[in-house]
């Protein structure tokens, strides 16, 4: 712990009378000591700084009190410490308000209660140079309070020297100085009516330790922190541990250097020989052994040369490409130690070694044939087995059948009935009379309608029942060509029951002629006008484009189970009369 000084300023108010400027006096008083830390310092040293606050004489106010409101502490100072001296650099750094802790009872405010202190640094900061100690509250003193005493303001506060030596004049002495500034606004100030400043300012010092070198590379040197001193604190000895070898220390660069090495040869390159580390003698470490522990080869050391050679070895070969022969290594007999399998994967072949070659062969290949042109036939790899691969499916196998003897599809002898179908058909006028009652007659368009597979759909509208088709064909002959062609469709879809059962002429030769013409009967996509619709259409429904005319078809499909028999007189001509003066 060192104490070093104290300092103390008068301060006189302005403006008034000689005689009451004696009286006005406001004296502080600082001092600064070095609570911890090494009596010689280093880079990185840590101290512990005490600034004591306290005051001198105080006259001419109220209560005779100094109000401190903050102090300063300079980190370092180059050449000359004061407040506001020149910063020497980056030599110390502030350790941070954790480090803050308040001694004495003179820290309290104008209630009588402690206070504290903040800073305007950073932990491990070297800028700003000047740290400024802010209480919680402002610190109010009595008179002749010494700095150094219990009743002081003590503050403690930690440093490190970051940076060693200075550089400045000083280079082995850091200073610092604590105080007040007298510039408004006031550190501190009496209670004078006219308030005069406090200042006050104090240094410290710490003496760094000096570099130290004494030019050997071999040793190290240090500076004693507690004397100052230059001392040895590690000198290389060199000794690896090898009585082969001999070490020293080469004092430039401060490295072991082996200054001799034991060799050892005896000048038969099957043996090696080394020194013995422990005794320094040369010995033989290493005999070369040949033996590669094939009982095949015959081997022994070159002296020359060092190394192992095969003086015999076994040759084996029975002359058969098929088989490879080897020395056994265990007891250097020649064995078989591979024989060629032949075997393709494949159980349609069988395979067999060529003797000469050592090539496998194919032998034996399995072929398969049903005699049935309409099949092919394949042998299965993984069973052997001729199996079918292959089958001749007919277009049309109802009508067709496969000729085995050629492999061709051809038509079946007899034909089925259904092979050979035949369109039936008949006039519009037919269907729109004979789908009534009148006179005894049978509803035929009815019953026919009826037979339908699928919903019966003309120009958009379903055709339900017989009072829909008169209502569809009892029309106007030159009336509107959309409802002419709503009739001759109307008559085309009963004339496709008849054939295939289908209202909708999926099956007939109609099938796209009825929906081209029924989308153009809704004004959607089509092919066709409506008036080259009526003239296709209504040739279909005359009989005149099927050979022979399916006009000469009586009403009887048996493949659909419709037969009408005898359509007896017109059912519904009243019926269709009525509706056409209506239409």
Known sequence: MRLLGFGMVFALAVGLPVAAQAQNVCNAQLNVDYVSGPSFGIAGSAYTVEVGIGTGSIT???????????????????????????????????????????QGTGCVDINGTPVGFSSNNVAGGTAPNQVVFTPTAPVVMDANVNPTSDAACKVQFGITIANAPGTDATPLLVQESAGFIATPPFDAVCDQPNPIPGTAAQSGQIPLCQACDD?????????NTGSGACETTFTQTCDDGNACTTEACNTASGQCETSFTQTCNDGNACTTEACN?????????????????NACTSEICNTSTGQCQTTNTQTCNDN??????????????CETSFTQICNDGNACTTEACNTATGACQTSFTQTCNDGNACT???????????????????????????????GVCQDRDPQPPICNPMEICRTPGFWKTHAGSEKGGPNVTGTVLAASTVPVIVCGDLVSDSVDVMEN?????????????????????LNCIMSTGNGDCTGVSIE??????????????????????????????????TEPSCHEQPLCNEDIALCIGKTGPASSPRQCSDISKGN
Do not use: H
Request: charged share 10%; glycine share 10%; hydrophobic share 30%.
């Open 376 to 406: 092919t036939e394949a042998c299965n790899t993984a069973t052997g087995a001729c199996q079918t691969s292959f089958t001749v499916t007919c277009t049309d196998p109802t009508c067709e059948e496969c000729n085995t003897a050629t």
């Open 277 to 293: 580390t422990a005794n320094g003698a040369c010995e033989t470490s290493f005999t070369q052994q040949c033996g590669d522990g």
């Open 320 to 333: 058969n490409a098929c088989t490879t022969e080897a020395c056994n290594t265990a007891n250097g007999q």
């Open 60 to 102: 001419g106010g109220a209560n005779n009190q100094i109000t401190m409101s903050q102090w300063r502490f300079e980190l370092d100072c180059a050449n000359n410490p004061f407040i506001g001296c020149v910063d020497e650099g980056a030599i110390v750094s502030y350790s941070g308000d954790a480090t803050i802790s308040v």
């Open 215 to 223: 030019g050997n590379s071999c040793t190290t040197e240090s500076c």
């Open 473 to 493: 064909m009892c029309v106007q002959v030159r009336g509107n060509p959309l409802v002419q062609l709503k009739r001759q469709l109307t008559a085309a879809a």
């Open 512 to 545: 796209s002629l009825f929906a081209d013409c029924n989308a153009a009967c809704v004004g959607g996509t089509s092919t066709r006008t409506p008036s080259q619709c009526i003239g296709e259409i209504d040739a279909f429904n005359n009989g005149l484009t």
